[in-house]
Each structure stands twice: as structure tokens, then as C-alpha cells.
């Protein structure tokens, strides 16, 4: 610690008031920061920013923000402790130090704001880099939570550097700036063009005010103007050593805007003097929330701020509301364009622009049925934030590219008037419509594939221009993003849907291969329109189908004796299937591929129920009646039903001859005109002479008997 910083009196003299606002306006926010804790929990320490008034080491009390007091005091001011007399401390005269201090509250801009604050930077580092880095004031966009700062170093906690991105959403920022790296681009401002021919690390202007315009992430941040100044240099009487000298009081304003002329003013004055000014080229957030950062790097000094205020530059009614899309962490969206189904979530910013406590503080909105607010009363020049939803957005919502509606709110003085304000919010909406996939499946095999397969559809879209377009002054953009997505499809199914895709986007599609089925090939999938594109009033339907083909199966079989086993030929079959198939098999002939006798293939059988029936049999052998079904497929391509058998066919019995008129054949016992069951087989086993002699001695016979 440098010697007598304990000892070193306190600053002397009332702190200068700052809730006066310069313009006339209406104070919306004043602190001082001049107490050991500041009541408004919405105000962020980061880093190493602290009160000075508050007991080094000491914890703020629940509710109240979150800064306390400080354990780095080198070239600090000397009042810790004292609670009354107090500076917000972002960082003191040491190396490698960052802190940044936020005010995640809104405020309205329509009405201009003006927000002043005394800034002091003082000390040396003594190494040869001399005081750095600077102060940095910046704005962002209200429908954000603000929770964080921008990158340390010559950024000053706004604009991205190096490969660190910027502090998200922001619209302006102010670079009170010592050392001079702010103004050097795209050291700062990395997608910025070029402003100076020195290297990226070199300083550009030392003791400057530039102004940053909007940026988020590594995009924008690029520089709108800059000014020499003077001095930036002052120091407390309370501080030791350094440049002491009168606070520098700095004025920034942003002028009022209208529909027709959303691009604002930036002034920025240090004791009353102007230093820069310039005019946005984009449009102002309907809200926006401060904060200030500072660092140190090799070259270091202490930097401090005290007596902060805001208020509007065209005065406001005794209460004020402003109504925007939410964007905030808890409860908003990223979206900053809408189409049909889709919800807008909504922040309604209720701000006590009076004089009088308001109580009975209420939100309507006619299209919104449910609106949050975290409480009923409001004190002067402090607001609080409701929510509500409305959607799913219609056809007719997005049809004209804006969809409008007006909040009302209200609240009740001490003197029982009510006081009343009213916003229109216009969101930026575009005509889209889901892409449907209807699966079908064709070919030989497709009665193999399980209806629940599933298949997987790819489709992506390029970017290209929104629907109607919005309107310049919505802050939304002109042209959508490329997108893609993936579906899951079943065949036969009903058709699956897309998420909605912007009208006109031009959709590719394509498919994953689909899974192996065995014994079976997929042919190229099939699409009824690719690419497509996308229209407005209805989903657009595509047809996709795949064509799976059956690789060819046969069937084997044998033609054999029931008794011995033995191949038998010249059989001949009909053989029906699938779709019509019909053929006539003969062994060793038609459509039949084994050349062994007996043996029957049949092949380049498509997929499907066969049926075979023998026509005629071999010769000797009676047919077949069996019929024989089998199926080809996946399961089975190769089919052999085995050995299919045949019996000996019956020869036919003669008739019996006649001897002469009336006579009859005696059979030894049998009755009269029937035949010997031992004749019949004599006659079968004797050729034609043997029949001859059989029927003399049936003669013989017969005529032994009659005598």
C-alpha cells in the first residue's frame, strides 16, 4: 500500500448531485455509490469492481446489490469504511487487474435518455506503458439480460478483441480512453475494416473518446467516431498522489426517436463541453440497460465512477410504459422473426416517471389474458418488468409481415388519480409452411421390410429473404439463416412434417441408405419433387419412395420311387407364383437347371408364394395328387423340398373271353361267369401265347364237366 494512503483525509465537501436531469426530462435512475451498499440488487459487480465506503472484506446484505468492499486498494481513495462518502471502484493502480459494473434494469429510449456520471482515472504504473487501460460506458439492447461485460484490455469491456467476442447485443459503446487502443481497428473490432496503417498491437490515440457502434459476439463493434481529448487524467483530493483536479463530469445522450426515424443522435460531453457527435445507422432498441467496465494490463492506473443518472430527454408522464419482444435469459426467446405457430413472449417495462409513489399498478393487454408483474406499487424513478405470451401465432397473424398489438398500463397516485400509459409492440413476422414426406415402398422385396422401419430423410435450405421482409425499423433481419433438419419416416404411414420452413426457401432432400435387408437390394430412393419449394398456404408433400428388389432364389427336388428310392425321369410340373408367374417345368427340358435325371431346379424365382403340382408323371408310375407350396425371400432363397415320391401305376384288367354262345367258365368252385383271382394273376404274368393255352384248358375243362 503507498505510505499515508490510511492517513489521507476524506474527501471534503458535499458529493455534487446528479439527479437533476440536464435536459428537463424525467429522472428515471440516480446512485451515487457513495454508501457502503447500493440498494437496487440490479446493479453487477464483476471482477474486481467494489465500493469504497463499504468495510474491506465486508458482505452486502441480502437484497442490495451484490458489490462490497474492496481488497485491492493501491493508490485507492482512502474513505473505506466511512459509508457516506463512497466511489465505485473498478479497479485500483495494479497490473492485470478487470472489473466492470452492469445495471441490468431498462429504460425507455423513444423519449432520449441522458445519462451522466463522474469518472476519474489517475496514477501511473511507473513501467514505461504508462497509465492504462481507460473507462468504458456502453449501452445494450434493454430485451437482454445484462449480466456480463465485453472483453478486458483495449475493448474496455465493449467491443470483441483478438478471438474474444464482445459483449452480447450491444448498441453503443464510449471508450474514455487513456492508453489508445480503442480507437485501433480491428485490434478492436475484429470484422471491422481497417482504420489506421499501424499494426494490430501498436496503440492508436492516446487521451480519446471513440464511439463504438452495435455488435454480438465477434460481428460489428465497428468505430463511429473519435476525438482527441486533453486530458482524461483527474484524481479525487482524497486520492494520493496523481493529477488532482475537479471531477470530469461526463454527459452522454441519445436523442429521441420516431417510427419514421428510429436512428438516433449520440452526443458525448466531458464538463460540459462537447467531444464527439454522430448519428446511428441502426436503429435504437425500444429499451436499453449501461454498465461501465475497466482493466489493466502493464500499464495500469486506478479507475473510478460516482453520481449516476438517467433520465429522459423529452419529459415523460407519471408513469411510462414500453413494451417489447423478451429476450431476457429467464423468460424470453432468441427469435427475433416469428411465423405461424410460433409464440412471442413479451416484457412489459413499467417505469415511475412521477413525483408520487404509484400503487394499484396494472398491465392489459387485450390479445394477452395472463400478464405477470412482480408487484402492485412502484416508487419514483424506479420501474419493474411483467411478462406475458402471446400464440401460437395464425396465417393471418404473419400474412403482412408485422404482427401489432397495444399494452396498457396503469397506476394510482397518493392523490387517487390514475395515470395511464400505453405501447405498441410490432414483431417482425414471415410466411412459412412445413415440408411433409409421404414413404411408400415398392419392388419384390418390400413385403420383408417391417411398417415400422424406420428411414431417415435429410433436407437443407440455403439462406435467402424473408417473406414479406421486415421492416428496416423491427431491428429484425431481412434474410433468414441456411437451415437443415432431419425426419424419421415409416412406409405406408401417415406423412411426417418439417418444422416450418421460410416460403421460397429451396429445399434439397436426401436419404440415409436404408438398413441391409438379406437377400435383397435397395434401388436409389425416389423423390417426387427434389429440390422443392417451399409455399405459404399449405405443406408441400413429397412423395419418397424405395424400390427394394429381391435378389432371385430357386427351389430343388428329387422325383423318385416310393419303394426303392430311385431317381425316376421325364416327369413333368406346373409351377404358379407372384404376381401372374406361371411356367411348365419338364426334367431335363424346360426350365429346368440340374442336368441329372430325376433331379429338378428351377431358378431366377422373384420373391414371393410359389405353388407346384406334377402334370404328368414318369412313365409307369401314377401322378402325384400332393400339392407343394413354398415361398422365396428373405428368409429363405434357396428352397429344396426333397424327395417327392410316385407308386407304381395300376395296369387295367382285361375283359374275359368268351368260350361260345351261352357258355360259361367254370372256376373250379366259384360261382358261375366270375373270374379266379389266380387267372387274373397267370394272365398278368403270361405273354399272349400263355393266354392262348390258358383259355384251351379252361375249354377242356369245361367240357370234362359237362359230359
Known amino acids: 500500500m503507498v505510505a499515508g494512503l490510511a492517513?489521507?483525509?476524506?474527501?471534503?465537501?458535499?458529493?455534487?448531485?446528479?439527479?437533476?436531469?440536464?435536459?428537463?426530462?424525467?429522472?428515471?435512475?440516480?446512485?451515487?455509490?457513495?454508501?457502503?451498499?447500493?440498494?437496487?440488487?440490479?446493479?453487477?459487480?464483476?471482477?474486481?469492481?467494489?465500493l469504497t465506503a463499504a468495510t474491506p472484506g465486508s458482505a452486502p446484505p441480502a437484497g442490495v446489490s451484490n458489490l462490497s468492499g474492496c481488497s485491492k486498494v493501491q493508490d485507492s481513495v482512502t474513505n473505506m469504511g466511512s459509508g457516506s462518502d463512497g466511489y465505485l471502484q473498478l479497479t485500483d493502480n495494479s497490473g492485470s487487474a478487470s472489473?466492470?459494473?452492469?445495471?441490468?434494469?431498462?429504460?425507455?429510449?423513444?423519449?432520449?435518455?441522458?445519462?451522466?456520471?463522474?469518472?476519474?482515472?489517475?496514477?501511473?504504473?511507473?513501467?514505461?506503458?504508462?497509465?492504462?487501460?481507460?473507462?468504458?460506458?456502453?449501452?445494450?439492447?434493454?430485451?437482454?439480460?445484462?449480466?456480463?461485460?465485453?472483453?478486458?484490455?483495449?475493448?474496455?469491456?465493449?467491443?470483441?478483441?483478438?478471438?474474444?467476442?464482445?459483449?452480447?447485443?450491444?448498441?453503443?459503446?464510449?471508450?474514455?480512453?487513456?492508453?489508445?487502443?480503442?480507437?485501433?481497428?480491428?485490434y478492436v473490432g475484429t470484422s471491422c475494416p481497417a482504420q489506421n496503417s499501424s499494426s494490430p498491437s501498436s496503440p492508436s490515440t492516446a487521451n480519446s473518446v471513440g464511439l463504438r457502434g452495435p455488435g454480438d459476439g465477434t460481428d460489428g463493434y465497428c468505430l463511429i467516431a473519435s476525438a482527441p481529448y486533453a486530458s482524461l487524467q483527474n484524481a479525487p483530493a482524497s486520492a494520493p498522489g496523481g493529477a488532482r483536479g475537479t471531477p470530469q463530469r461526463v454527459t452522454v445522450t441519445v436523442s429521441p426517436t420516431t417510427p419514421s426515424d428510429p436512428y438516433p443522435t449520440v452526443t458525448a460531453s466531458i464538463n460540459g463541453v462537447q467531444v464527439l457527435q454522430a448519428?446511428?445507422?441502426?436503429?435504437?432498441?425500444?429499451?436499453?440497460?449501461?454498465?461501465?467496465?475497466?482493466?489493466?494490463?502493464?500499464?495500469?492506473?486506478?479507475?473510478?465512477?460516482?453520481?449516476?443518472?438517467?433520465?429522459?430527454?423529452?419529459?415523460?408522464?407519471?408513469?411510462?410504459?414500453?413494451?417489447?419482444?423478451?429476450?431476457?435469459?429467464?423468460?424470453?426467446?432468441?427469435?427475433?422473426?416469428?411465423?405461424?405457430?410460433?409464440?412471442?413472449?413479451?416484457?412489459f417495462l413499467v417505469t415511475n416517471t412521477g413525483a408520487e409513489a404509484l400503487s394499484n399498478v396494472t398491465v392489459t393487454d387485450p390479445k394477452i389474458s395472463s400478464i405477470s408483474c412482480p408487484a402492485t406499487t412502484l416508487q419514483p424513478a424506479n420501474s419493474f418488468t411483467c411478462t406475458g405470451t402471446y400464440g401460437p401465432l395464425t396465417a393471418s397473424d404473419v400474412a403482412s409481415g408485422t404482427f401489432t398489438n397495444t399494452a396498457t398500463a396503469t397506476g394510482v397516485d397518493t392523490d387517487n388519480t390514475t395515470h395511464t400509459s400505453t405501447s405498441t409492440a410490432d414483431v417482425a413476422t414471415y410466411r412459412s409452411a412445413p415440408l411433409e414426406i409421404d414413404k411408400r415402398l415398392t419392388g419384390t422385396a418390400a413385403s420383408a421390410v417391417d411398417p415400422s422401419t424406420s428411414f431417415t430423410v435429410d433436407y437443407s435450405y440455403p439462406a435467402g429473404a424473408y417473406v414479406p421482409a421486415p421492416s428496416a425499423a423491427s431491428g429484425a433481419p431481412s434474410t433468414y439463416p441456411a437451415g437443415s433438419g432431419t425426419l424419421s419416416v415409416h412406409p405406408g404411414g401417415s406423412a411426417i412434417s418439417s418444422s416450418r420452413i421460410p416460403e421460397g426457401?429451396?429445399?434439397?432432400?436426401?436419404?440415409?441408405?436404408?438398413?441391409?435387408?438379406?437377400?435383397?437390394?435397395?434401388?436409389?430412393?425416389?423423390?417426387?419433387?427434389?429440390?422443392?419449394?417451399?409455399?405459404?398456404?399449405?405443406?408441400?408433400?413429397?412423395?419418397?419412395?424405395?424400390?427394394?428388389?429381391?435378389?432371385?432364389?430357386?427351389?430343388?427336388?428329387?422325383?423318385?420311387?416310393?419303394?426303392?428310392?430311385?431317381?425316376?425321369?421325364?416327369?413333368?410340373?406346373?409351377?404358379?407364383?407372384?404376381?401372374?408367374?406361371?411356367?411348365?417345368?419338364?426334367?431335363?427340358?424346360?426350365?429346368?437347371?440340374?442336368?441329372?435325371?430325376?433331379?429338378?431346379?428351377?431358378?431366377?424365382l422373384p420373391w414371393g408364394q410359389y405353388t407346384l403340382l406334377e402334370t404328368t408323371p414318369p412313365s409307369g408310375y401314377a401322378v402325384s395328387a400332393t400339392t407343394h407350396t413354398?415361398?422365396?425371400?428373405?428368409?429363405?432363397?434357396?428352397?429344396?423340398?426333397?424327395?417327392?415320391?410316385?407308386?407304381?401305376?395300376?395296369?387295367?384288367?382285361?375283359?374275359?373271353?368268351?368260350?361260345?354262345?351261352?357258355?360259361?367258365?367254370?372256376?373250379?368252385?366259384?360261382?358261375?361267369?366270375?373270374?379266379?383271382?389266380?387267372?387274373?394273376?397267370?394272365?398278368?404274368?403270361?405273354?399272349?401265347?400263355?393266354?392262348?393255352?390258358?383259355?384251351?384248358?379252361?375249354?377242356?375243362?369245361?367240357?370234362?364237366?359237362?359230359?
Open 7 to 50: 492517513a489521507a483525509a476524506a474527501l471534503a465537501g458535499p458529493i455534487a448531485a446528479s439527479a437533476a436531469p440536464v435536459s428537463g426530462g424525467s429522472l428515471l435512475s440516480d446512485e451515487t455509490f457513495s454508501g457502503a451498499t447500493v440498494p437496487d440488487a440490479r446493479w453487477i459487480g464483476l471482477g474486481d469492481s467494489c
Open 99 to 186: 472489473a466492470a459494473t452492469v445495471l441490468d434494469r431498462a429504460f425507455p429510449s423513444s423519449a432520449g435518455l441522458e445519462m451522466t456520471f463522474d469518472q476519474y482515472q489517475y496514477a501511473s504504473s511507473g513501467t514505461g506503458f504508462g497509465p492504462a487501460d481507460g473507462i468504458g460506458f456502453f449501452l445494450t439492447d434493454g430485451a437482454y439480460t445484462l449480466t456480463q461485460a465485453g472483453p478486458s484490455g483495449g475493448s474496455l469491456g465493449y467491443a470483441s478483441i483478438n478471438s474474444d467476442a464482445g459483449i452480447p447485443h450491444g448498441y453503443l459503446g464510449l471508450g474514455f480512453d487513456v492508453f489508445g487502443n480503442y480507437e485501433n481497428q480491428p
Open 279 to 347: 448519428t446511428m445507422t441502426t436503429p435504437v432498441p425500444a429499451t436499453l440497460k449501461l454498465g461501465f467496465a475497466a482493466s489493466t494490463g502493464s500499464g495500469h492506473e486506478v479507475h473510478m465512477i460516482r453520481n449516476v443518472a438517467v433520465s429522459s430527454i423529452d419529459p415523460l408522464g407519471s408513469i411510462d410504459l414500453t413494451k417489447t419482444v423478451d429476450h431476457s435469459d429467464a423468460t424470453g426467446t432468441s427469435q427475433t422473426v416469428f411465423t405461424e405457430g410460433d409464440e412471442v413472449p413479451y416484457s
Open 505 to 604: 426457401a429451396v429445399v434439397t432432400l436426401s436419404e440415409a441408405t436404408p438398413a441391409t435387408v438379406t437377400g435383397a437390394t435397395w434401388d436409389a430412393p425416389s423423390f417426387s419433387q427434389n429440390p422443392v419449394t417451399i409455399g405459404s398456404d399449405a405443406p408441400t408433400t413429397v412423395t419418397l419412395t424405395n424400390q427394394i428388389t429381391g435378389d432371385p432364389g430357386s427351389v430343388t427336388w428329387s422325383k423318385t420311387d416310393s419303394d426303392t428310392g430311385a431317381l425316376l425321369s421325364g416327369s413333368v410340373w406346373s409351377l404358379t407364383g407372384p404376381d401372374g408367374f406361371s411356367a411348365t417345368i419338364a426334367d431335363n427340358g424346360s426350365h429346368d437347371a440340374n442336368p441329372t435325371a430325376g433331379d429338378l431346379e428351377v431358378d431366377g
Open 630 to 707: 413354398f415361398t422365396i425371400g428373405s428368409a429363405a432363397l434357396t428352397v429344396s423340398l426333397g424327395a417327392i415320391t410316385n407308386s407304381l401305376a395300376p395296369v387295367p384288367a382285361p375283359s374275359p373271353t368268351a368260350v361260345g354262345p351261352g357258355a360259361a367258365v367254370n372256376t373250379g368252385g366259384a360261382a358261375a361267369g366270375s373270374t379266379a383271382p389266380w387267372l387274373w394273376g397267370g394272365l398278368l404274368a403270361a405273354g399272349a401265347v400263355g393266354i392262348a393255352a390258358a383259355t384251351i384248358v379252361v375249354v377242356r375243362a369245361t367240357r370234362r364237366h359237362d359230359s
